[in-house]
């Protein structure tokens, strides 16, 4: 069973914006960095997003500008604030824990089981 529960994915138009969700166990993994990845059919899942306990964040350059990830860790979520959507952000979105804000899948400890965003033309 996956640790971390995602959801918000769904069919958008190109232009148009989207919100994910993550749920996780904090008291059970560590959760110091959370992230965002995503991966599309026959390519290899790739960092999206990313931010520490103390707020600081990473984002990936195809993304910047048009993609804000945030926490509340009092609600133990992390969201994905998705807007200017494009064709090519068509992927499943996976959401993961770990102790290091990393680029890397190997720097992640948890992962849930994804959440499709598909962007039509």
């Keep these: ?3 971390l529960v995602e959801s918000g994915g769904g069919l958008v ?3 148009g914006s989207l919100r994910l969700s993550c749920t ?3 008291r059970t993994l560590n959760t110091d960095a959370m992230a965002w990845f995503r991966q599309a059919p026959g390519n290899a899942r790739e ?5 520490l ?3 600081l964040t990473r984002y990936r350059d195809s993304v910047k500008g048009r993609f804000t990830i945030s926490r509340d860790r009092a609600r133990s979520s ?4 998705m807007a200017m959507l494009k064709v090519e952000d068509t ?3 996976y959401c993961a824990a770990g102790g290091r804000l990393e680029t890397s899948i190997d720097g992640y400890d948890a992962w849930g089981q994804g959440t499709q965003v598909t962007v039509s033309s």
């Design 24 to 26: 996780y166990p904090e």
């Design 1 to 3: 069973q996956a640790q």
């Design 13 to 15: 138009q190109a232009g």
């Design 91 to 93: 992927a499943v979105y």
């Design 78 to 81: 992390v969201y994905l604030q």
């Design 47 to 51: 960092f999206v997003a990313g931010i």
């Design 53 to 55: 306990w103390t707020g």
